[in-house]
């Protein structure tokens, strides 16, 4: 492919993707309005538009008709880079996630994803979420106000100690497909066994670490059980309280698109991807995997949602406790086990 | 005709060093922290460049994410102000900068012309993750694990560091309830 159309195509992709991702940012804070509001027998958000689906655009203009507050006791340069931090890195780690098999368009073998196969695409992820949690710490720090300075140092602190139970959780996935290519781990998941079982890793052994990771992904993305971060019992807002208008809905949409990342290196990593059953004509079964995709990352989703609206928040000490002495040898000992098993 | 590698190369080698000289200009200890970051982020793409795409994954991940992590949270906790301006010290004049220039002057004449500095090829050296576990598990297992013995005896030895010792006749501090 000439380097001019490769760039083109790519361009293109990106702002497929973007556009996709940040639509379904607004729609699961529409969602989780909606199902919280159920779950607690209210209605949610039902004025705007029918069953209150345009309550999104009328939040976004709010947020752009606000006062945009810059407090005068806060580090200025840092205080206006953190929620872009938060904001970049996670939007930037969708860019390795797959969504489907290679497309062919006119001759040119173009893959669903904005960046090509990298081999260590699993990697990049982590990478780029590990580099987010500054955007959180450099927030609570830079706002010079002690409620902010504790939710950074929370979230920090939660961060960094729930990363190595993820990390740990996805090995055993790994080593199942023996890659870090996200394409080749959905590849390795195809077909069924004892006839209906579809070949996914959480019914292949995983469940343990598919647990795993669910604790430790809804640590990373600082949501309810583990939302000690921005706990308003004790915290105000924690690390964005002295955010407002855009700047505060940065990090919203931060939070977010970190979870529905968390949900599509789920889906890729435990529930198969795109892996689905196939039918009809052609052209549904060219839409179908990216169906499959969308319905396991919305199930992943919604999941996240019913447990907000079911636990309370722990306690700090609790958390931390949970994670080091808990999680993190649950997940080792799953990684052993799953090594003896693959190399038996 | 220059590639694009290499345009590429030069500009992530300049942030880098613009890092590094912004590091030691900086007098606030966050901002010093933050643009070691970004040299670190800048070597990634570096290693991403040359082939080495683990080496520069595992560069974010570890560097980057978990130990600059540790650093900015130490700031944030000891609450460090602005450091204090010294005229610069005399052995830094006397011996520092002669010595860095006679350090750097040697690693260009290595270079330029010790014969065994060749050119190599991207990818031409193992960077797969793949080959470097081949390589960490197999032919260095005994260096690899002596690495992992001696971080866990630093770990050790934070640990006694920083717990304190009991009081003698005192009573223990009171174990907080769960």
């Not at chain 1, 538009?49 to 340069?77: I, R, S």
């Not at chain 1, 996670?90 to 489907?100: D, E, K, R």
């Not at chain 2, 520069?56 to 540790?70: F, N, S, T």
Request: glycine share 10%.
């Amino acid at each position: 492919m000439p380097i001019g159309l490769y760039i083109l195509v790519s361009v293109i992709k990106s702002a497929i993707v973007l556009f996709v991702l940040l639509t379904s940012v607004a729609y699961t804070v529409w969602l989780e309005r909606k199902v919280v509001g159920h779950m607690q027998n209210r209605w949610g958000p039902t004025r705007v538009g029918p069953f209150g689906l345009l309550q999104p655009a009328a939040d976004g203009l709010k947020f752009l008709f606000k006062e945009d507050l810059t407090p005068p006791h806060v580090y200025k340069p840092l205080f206006l880079a953190a929620p872009l931090i938060a904001v970049v890195f996670a939007l930037t780690s969708i860019s390795v996630i797959p969504f489907g098999n290679d497309v062919v368009i006119g001759g040119y073998v173009i893959p669903l994803q904005i960046t090509t196969d990298v081999n260590t695409g699993l990697l990049l992820i982590l990478g780029v979420t590990s580099i987010g949690v500054y955007g959180v710490a450099l927030a609570g720090w830079s706002s010079n106000n002690k409620y902010s300075l504790l939710g950074g140092l929370r979230a920090s602190a939660q961060m960094v100690s729930y990363e190595i139970s993820l990390g740990l959780s996805l090995v055993g996935v790994l080593i199942m497909a023996g890659s870090f290519s996200l394409r080749d781990i959905v590849h390795a998941q195809q077909g069924h066994f004892w006839g209906f079982i579809p070949n996914w890793n959480i019914f292949h052994g995983q469940i343990i670490g598919f647990f795993c990771y669910l604790m430790a992904a809804y640590a990373e993305t600082n949501r309810i059980p583990f939302d000690l971060p921005e706990a308003e019992t004790e915290l105000v807002a924690g690390y964005h309280t002295e955010y407002s208008a855009m700047k505060f809905a940065m990090f919203f949409m931060a939070e977010y698109a970190n979870m529905i990342t968390v949900g599509c290196l789920a889906t890729l990593m435990f529930l198969g991807g795109w892996n689905g059953p196939l039918f009809g004509p052609p052209v549904l079964q060219a839409i179908l995997p990216v169906f499959w995709f969308v319905a396991k990352v919305f199930c992943f989703l919604f999941l996240y949602i019913w447990v907000r609206g079911t636990l309370p928040r722990f306690r700090y000490d609790q958390l931390m406790a949970f994670g080091w002495k808990f999680l993190l040898p649950v997940a080792l000992a799953n990684l052993i086990a799953t090594a003896i098993g693959v190399a038996w | 005709m220059v590639s694009i590698h290499l345009i590429l190369f030069l500009a992530f080698g300049a942030v880098a060093a613009a890092g590094a000289i912004n590091l030691l200009v900086q007098r606030h200890p966050i901002n010093a922290a933050l643009s070691l970051i970004a040299v670190m982020a800048a070597l990634a793409g570096e290693y991403m460049l040359l082939g080495a795409e683990f080496v520069a994954a595992v560069q974010v991940i570890v560097y980057a994410g978990a130990i600059m992590v540790l650093f900015v949270f130490v700031i944030m906790l000891l609450n460090a102000g602005v450091e204090e301006q010294t005229k610069g010290s005399r052995v830094a004049i006397l011996f520092g900068i002669p010595g860095m220039l006679l350090g750097s002057l040697l690693i260009a004449w290595v270079v330029l012309k010790h014969s065994g500095t060749g050119d190599v090829a991207v990818g031409a050296l193992p960077g797969a993750p793949n080959v470097i576990g081949q390589l960490l598990f197999h032919e260095f297992l005994l260096p690899f694990e002596v690495t992992s013995i001696l971080i866990l005896i630093a770990i050790m030895g934070a640990v006694v560091l920083a717990s304190k010792p009991p009081v003698p006749g005192g009573t223990p501090a009171k174990k907080v309830q769960d």
